[in-house]
């Protein structure tokens, strides 16, 4: 039996053979017991562990099981924030033991001052809410969309044309992160045409079509060099 | 045994299923690796040579070729259905890097140098790298610790985390949460815009921090003590703090802002769909 | 105790059914009914693709996120297809909590031909479970993976951090080293 051909009986088995190999192959099993056996027997595993229906566990888990859901159901118990503040616990305990001993340095009496007063830090101040002129920023608006619209249409109609020249990952990437973004910025056009006022909002509507430029710039390079 | 490769040659591989191969190399000498498909994992020592293990899975070989800067390795397409090679290097720690791989991991550990790190379907890990430390995947995580100098980091589809760094830092996202742990960088930039963002570290006097997202939280974490003057912009959301700042009324969709400290540094965070908070470090 | 889903005449996957709509109404007896049900595969699962030690906080993690997500089971697949792609979910991720200890493997088309070779003691039997368990860690992985859960090589791939190249190469391996137990 050559392993020329036992190497590609899995790859047969699951249709994953180019169709000159394939051929190649069948041709072969006609004549090659062997690999006709290996053949049927790698069909037998494989039938074999689909259907398996597996051992039972050592422990029984229910016990465990029951006594969290019983917890969810008395609102107790959230897995998701459990394992998310985790990582914060994490950094902080090194951190939490200083301000303990700290705290004891300080004394008994007047750690609970200080858990009453202030902590000491510098007092900020707000020193102004940014209030521009009403109509400056729908004109930002007005000038990003002009900016950025001609040569984003451009890249958008040069990869569409050339798709075939990126790999698969890369196109599904693209259309994702390009559907993440469409949506970003039909929200914040939504939301400045609520507020037209708004600086922020005209500066993050700019902002998005900046990064929608830069994603079809990279990709439009990319199929240059795949050309 | 070690091999002496000369400038302008070019040496073929062929094995067949793996190889362990040393190359003497001078020192200034940068490393480039091509790789189609497969890993590449990179460690390093003090010599100055190249170790290559390459595990390839059929027939395939791989190709050397010593430039007057490089030492260039890459696959060498034979006529199989696959011809993926996964790699271990072990590399001089100063040596600088350049590795690509559209199918696999890509995994520096200990470098010195400067690494430039392109992945299309795998994730990216450096430990280490100093001067220039640039990353990039499609569809992937990226991770980057112990790394200082100018660091550029870019995944469209995976998270981005850093942890301790210094130097300046570009990171652009956006479908994935951004994390940046003990940073003491004197700048940074982050743009995602499906993801939050998490920063904890050290503002630099005079330094400039960025961080923007669309869709996404914000959480800032630095000692007390610090001085900045603090932009916040958010649409769509709260700001929580336990430093002490009295507000105005906020109008929707508006930006505030406000000095910490000496006012030193300056912060910008903008969400427009999520919260902001901005906490003393513990 | 007995349950309408008890009943002999029901298939496996209508009993499964029903048992989900109860559950997902908050009959934990219900759930306890799936579960016994699922509980040996999903353990074979999480053994295969773990070290043994890791399995009993995963088991929990899998039927308590199960519950969880319940009510966004569909009945578009069978309850077992949902819920064990549910359980690889989460024992991969499992995985990655212990993967800077893990040795990264330079294809072990080695190991397993040792293995198979490997003396073992004359008129013990072993059974195919236990060449499965005997089967080199990334070999299993993949086997498990594309094999019984009917992952593709390139979410394999992507999963345990290897190329789709190894992935086709380690299942093949592991197709045959097990196969002499089918021989005949």
């Known amino acids: 039996m050559s392993d020329e051909w036992t190497d590609k009986l899995s790859a047969y088995l699951d249709g994953e053979l180019s169709q000159e190999n394939r051929s190649g192959l069948e041709q072969h099993i006609e004549t090659c017991e062997d690999c006709r056996t290996a053949l049927r027997q790698l069909r037998d595993v494989v039938d074999w562990v689909s259907e398996y229906q597996g051992r039972e566990p050592e422990r029984d888990a229910w016990p465990g099981i029951s006594a969290a859901i019983s917890e969810m159901k008395r609102g107790v118990v959230d897995l998701d924030s459990r394992r998310r503040s985790r990582r914060r616990v994490e950094l902080s305990i090194p951190q939490a033991l200083a301000a303990v001993m700290a705290l004891a340095v300080v004394g008994a009496g007047s750690w609970w001052l200080a858990r009453e007063t202030a902590p000491q830090t510098q007092m900020a101040a707000v020193i102004d809410v940014s209030a521009p002129q009403a109509g400056s920023t729908v004109a930002a608006t007005i000038a990003a969309a002009q900016k950025y619209g001609p040569a984003i249409a451009d890249l958008e109609a040069v990869l569409l044309s050339e798709e075939g020249m990126l790999d698969s990952v890369t196109v599904r990437v693209l259309r994702e992160q390009l559907a993440i973004i469409d949506r970003a910025l039909m929200e914040a056009q939504e939301a400045l045409a609520r507020d037209p006022a708004s600086d922020f909002l005209a500066d993050h509507y700019t902002g998005m079509m900046r990064k929608k430029l830069r994603l079809l710039r990279g990709a439009a390079r990319q199929v240059e060099v795949s050309s | ?282 | 105790m007995k349950s309408l889903t008890d009943k002999p005449e029901l298939t496996a996957t209508e009993a499964d059914l029903i048992d989900v709509e109860f559950a997902v109404s908050g009959d934990t007896q219900a759930f306890e009914r799936l579960y016994r049900r699922h509980v040996p595969r999903v353990n074979s699962l999480a053994r295969w693709l773990l070290s043994s030690d890791d399995v009993d906080d995963v088991m929990q993690d899998v039927f308590i996120r199960a519950w969880e997500k319940l009510a966004t089971f569909r009945g578009k697949s069978a309850f077992g297809t949902w819920l064990h792609r549910l359980a690889t979910n989460v024992i991969l991720r499992q995985r990655e909590k212990y993967r800077s200890n893990e040795k990264r493997g330079l294809g072990s088309s080695v190991d397993v031909m040792d293995a198979r070779s490997a003396p073992m003691t004359p008129g013990l039997k072993v059974d195919i479970e236990t060449a499965v368990d005997r089967l080199p860690e990334r070999a299993r992985q993949v086997f498990v993976l594309h094999d019984m859960e009917g992952y593709k090589h390139e979410e394999i791939a992507r999963e345990l951090s290897i190329s789709v190249g190894t992935s086709r190469s380690q299942l093949h391996h592991a197709r045959m080293a097990l196969r002499s137990f089918f021989a005949g």
């Open chain 2, 1 to 282: 045994m070690v091999v002496n490769i000369i400038a302008g040659a070019l040496m073929a591989i062929t094995i067949p299923q793996s190889t362990d191969t040393t190359f003497a190399v001078d020192p200034g000498l940068r490393l480039e690796l091509h790789n189609s498909s497969g890993y590449i994992v990179v460690r390093t020592w003090e010599r100055n040579e190249v170790r290559v293990r390459a595990d390839n899975v059929f027939r395939g070989g791989f190709v050397v070729e010593r430039t007057s800067s490089a030492l260039r390795i890459g696959a060498r397409r034979w006529d199989y259905d696959d011809d993926d090679i996964d790699y271990l290097l072990t590399v001089p720690a100063a040596m600088d890097l350049e590795l690509s791989s559209s199918d696999g991991d890509i995994r520096v550990d200990g470098t010195a140098g400067e690494v430039t790190a392109r992945a299309s379907d795998g994730d990216v890990l450096i430990r280490g790298g100093s001067g220039r430390v640039s990353a990039r995947t499609s569809d992937g995580s990226i991770t980057a610790e112990n790394v200082a100098g100018r660091i550029h980091l870019e995944s469209s589809d995976g998270d981005i985390t850093v942890e301790r760094a210094t130097g300046d830092i570009e990171i652009e996202a956006t479908d994935g949460t951004v994390e940046l742990w003990e940073v003491e960088a004197t700048s940074v930039q982050v743009d995602n815009v499906d993801g939050d963002i998490m920063f904890d570290g050290v503002l630099a006097p005079r330094g400039s921090y960025r961080l923007s997202t669309h869709d996404g939280d914000i959480s800032v974490h630095i000692p007390e003590g610090t001085g900045a003057r603090v932009q916040l912009g958010i649409y769509d959301g709260d700001f929580s703090s336990n430093f002490s700042i009295t507000f105005p009324q906020w109008p929707r969709g508006r930006r505030v802002e406000f000095t910490l400290g000496n006012g030193s540094a300056e912060l910008q965070a903008e969400t427009f769909d999520g919260d902001i908070s901005l906490m003393r470090r513990p």
